[in-house]
Structures are given as C-alpha cells and as structure tokens.
C-alpha cells in the first residue's frame, strides 16, 4: 500500500503528524547547538540531527508527491513496521544496509 495514494486519510494525517514533530523536534535540537565549535564531539551530533532533519524533509515531499513508502533503491513498498520505527526512511532494510556498512536480512 502507498501510504501516499491510500484512500484512508487517518494514516497519511498521521504520517504527517509523526514527520511534522520530527521535524520540530530536531529543529528544537538545532538551536540549542553553537553554529560552530571546536568541540568535535558537539559537531557530530549537530551534523547527525541536520543529517537526519534533511532525511526528515525529504520524506514529508516524498509524501506529498505520492512516493512516500516506497523505497528508492528497490522501488518495492517499504514495510509499514519500519515505517512506523522510522516514518522519514527512504529505503527498505535490505537497500539501507549497504549504506550502513552492515548486512541485514532480506525483507
């Protein structure tokens, strides 16, 4: 099922919901960081909350055009139980895992 195209508003108001404070959640982060620092543990965790605030943004357009849910390494539907653990992932685990550096098990 694309969450995107699905008949059933109650789910994509919700993956709305959930992307929307995310976001607010990370941009809150954010501004309690330095805009720059010496401190390179302090700049790894600001580079990782921007790295996933843009992970984040790119789902909320990928839900507006229609392609939120699918993954764009395989283009097959990402599972609805990795969407709810994760609602900004832009891929399956099998195609995430190579990214990672780790192997995971097939879908």
């Known amino acids: 099922m694309n969450i995107s195209k699905t008949s059933d508003r109650s789910v994509h108001t919700h993956v709305r919901r959930a992307l929307d404070e995310a976001s607010r959640t990370r941009e809150a982060l954010l501004a309690q960081f330095p805009d720059s620092t010496d401190d390179l543990a302090i700049e790894a965790q600001r580079l990782s909350i921007e790295s996933v605030l843009d992970e984040v943004r790119s789902a909320l357009t990928r839900l507006e055009d229609g392609s939120y849910g699918m993954c764009l390494g395989c ?3 990402i599972p609805m139980e990795r969407l709810k653990l994760r609602p900004w992932a832009a891929f399956c685990v099998r ?7 780790r192997h995971a098990p097939v879908h």
Do not use: E, L, Y
């Open 75 to 77: 283009m097959t539907q």
């Open 95 to 101: 195609c995430a895992a190579p990214a990672a550096g």
